[in-house]
């Protein structure tokens, strides 16, 4: 027995969706499970960027004074360092600052 042309275009266009070119998808709204799943991650995510944080608070805090100077801040900026923005503080060159020769 052989299909009919009307029962297999039916089937064909039952499986496979055409649209127009440049036509856009609209993707259907988060679930309720997909947004607490982003949620959870997020909390996740901020949880061990704190936990390092307070990691290099303890280790930068372990150093002494002179591997602090090494690296370029004074015990009482380990914090705003550490905690604060990246551009907060900016180092340069002054003119002012000794300059000592390795003679």
Do not use: F, K
Request: proline share 5%; with cysteine.
């Amino acid at each position: 027995m052989t299909a009919s042309p009307m029962t297999t275009c039916m089937n064909s266009s039952a499986h496979t969706r055409t649209r127009p070119l440049g036509s856009t998808v609209l993707h259907d709204p988060p679930t309720l499970r997909a947004r607490a799943a982003a949620i959870a991650r997020r909390g996740w995510r901020a949880y061990w960027e704190r936990q390092a944080r307070r990691a290099t608070v303890l280790i930068l805090c372990s150093l002494d004074e002179r591997t602090l100077r090494d690296i370029g801040i004074s015990r009482s900026e380990i914090s705003s360092c550490v905690y604060g923005q990246g551009g907060d503080r900016l180092r340069r060159y002054h003119e002012s600052w000794p300059w000592r020769s390795r003679e």
